[in-house]
């Protein structure tokens, strides 16, 4: 049975730092990534990373700030967000693809498995 488990959420002053962590059991992914959900907006991509070869792949309003990373031994992906603005504020949730791509994918449609999410509350 696969398991995405995440934790590491809480509530931080704009400017200061974060590190969520997702633990996956089950099988193994392709790729495996970071997705966000404020409320009354749509969930969007944040970050992924490919298990094998390490690529990464942000968002745009991430880039210089957030960095994904892996740890092949505890089957566990890393998001390390600094200078955390209030607009960060959502629900993050890990997931995790199994079929090969040539780069991560950022369509949550790409995704097989999620987590359940955990909040994010960036204070200004």
């Known amino acids: 049975q696969v398991q995405l488990v995440e934790s590491g959420g809480g509530l931080v002053q704009a400017g200061g730092s974060l590190r969520l962590s997702c633990a996956a059991s089950g099988r193994t992914f392709s790729t495996m990534g970071w997705f966000r959900q404020a409320p009354g907006k749509e969930r969007e991509f944040v970050a992924a990373?490919?298990?094998?070869?390490?690529?990464?792949r942000y968002a745009d309003s991430v880039k210089g700030r957030f960095t994904v990373s892996k740890d092949n031994a505890k089957n566990t992906v890393y998001l390390q967000m600094n200078s955390l603005k209030p607009e960060d504020t959502a629900v993050y949730y890990c997931?995790?693809?199994?079929?090969?791509?040539?780069?991560?994918?950022?369509?949550?449609?790409?995704?097989?498995?999620w987590g359940q999410g955990t909040q994010v509350t960036v204070s200004s």
């Open positions: 997931a995790a693809r199994y079929a090969g791509s040539l780069i991560p994918p950022t369509s949550h449609g790409s995704y097989d498995y």
């Open positions: 990373i490919m298990w094998t070869a390490g690529s990464t």
